[in-house]
């Protein structure tokens, strides 16, 4: 597990080493931005990398209505439909060219509003604050990647836009009634507090089992997304598709492990 004070809420940097935030653009207020080429090839990253729980909140979860954002969340949360535009003249269109810059909006509506979004990048930095292991989640542009996540109109893409939109309302709700502030203003205690009840279905509540399979797609989308970037490279000690002067085979510790015997010579 990563070190930190949010023992089971975290996700782990497999070794501790120094990583410097990517250098997005920044929008005037000083948040990071990622171009849309950059989200896009992280969202196929992200497929490839990971296994997401498509059960938790369902479409029909009734957040309370007293709840300020959950009028944004049914505004942001109806699913686009694909486009047209594909060479059956149905589907969902072409595919993108990842040698071009995209805009956002290009190829789908995006999700997350402003409260969303401030929701969102609090929780991502919970589950992967900064720390001398590397940047935090969202200086590397993960909550953008899971709004292009959670915005594409594909199955499993589909499978987790009310998930992660009712968690992130559940959320707004919870912290203001344990502690009368949005998530994004609690205290770091106020935060783990909250999400020690949430990180781990087996041993969560009856009345937080919904909320912990929320936690558990939002911290799988952060880790799939983080160990996507150079930063999370950098964390777990992988160098890339880069040429070795030569190649002396798996280690003997890794054979010992498997019980096998190198015999290429």
């Known amino acids: 597990m990563r070190k930190t004070t949010l023992p089971l809420a975290v996700a782990s940097k497999p070794s501790a080493v120094d990583a410097s935030p990517a250098s997005p653009a920044s929008s005037a207020d000083g948040a990071p931005r990622m171009s849309r080429r950059e989200a896009v090839q992280w969202v196929m990253a992200a497929v490839a990398a990971s296994t997401m729980p498509s059960q938790g909140f369902a479409a029909t979860a009734d957040p309370e209505p007293e709840n300020k954002s959950v009028a944004k969340q049914e505004a942001a949360g109806k699913q686009p439909t694909p486009s047209t535009q594909g060479l059956?003249?149905?589907?969902?269109?072409?595919?993108?060219?990842?040698?071009?810059?995209?805009?956002?909006?290009?190829?789908?509506?995006?999700?997350?509003?402003?409260v969303q979004?401030?929701?969102?990048?609090?929780?991502?930095?919970?589950?992967?604050?900064?720390?001398k292991l590397g940047p935090a989640a969202s200086d590397v542009g993960i909550v953008e990647m899971i709004d292009e996540w959670i915005s594409a109109p594909y199955p499993v893409q589909k499978l987790d836009r009310p998930i992660v939109l009712n968690g992130l309302s559940w959320l707004e709700t919870e912290s203001t009634k344990r502690f009368g502030k949005t998530f994004a203003d609690l205290a770091d205690e106020q935060k783990a507090a909250i999400c020690d009840d949430i990180c781990f279905d087996a041993t969560a509540k009856p009345e937080f089992k919904s909320a912990a399979a929320f936690f558990s797609t939002f911290r799988t989308l952060c880790a799939a997304a983080y160990y996507a970037t150079p930063a999370g490279w950098k964390a777990i000690g992988y160098v890339g598709n880069v040429q070795l002067p030569r190649f002396d085979g798996p280690p003997k510790v890794v054979l010992d492990r498997l019980g096998v015997t190198q015999t290429v010579k």
Do not use: C, R, S, V
């Open 117 to 131: 979004k401030k929701t969102a990048t609090a929780l991502a930095d919970t589950i992967i604050p900064e720390d």
């Open 88 to 114: 059956d003249g149905a589907g969902y269109g072409l595919d993108a060219n990842l040698k071009k810059n995209y805009q956002p909006g290009d190829f789908w509506p995006l999700t997350l509003n402003d």
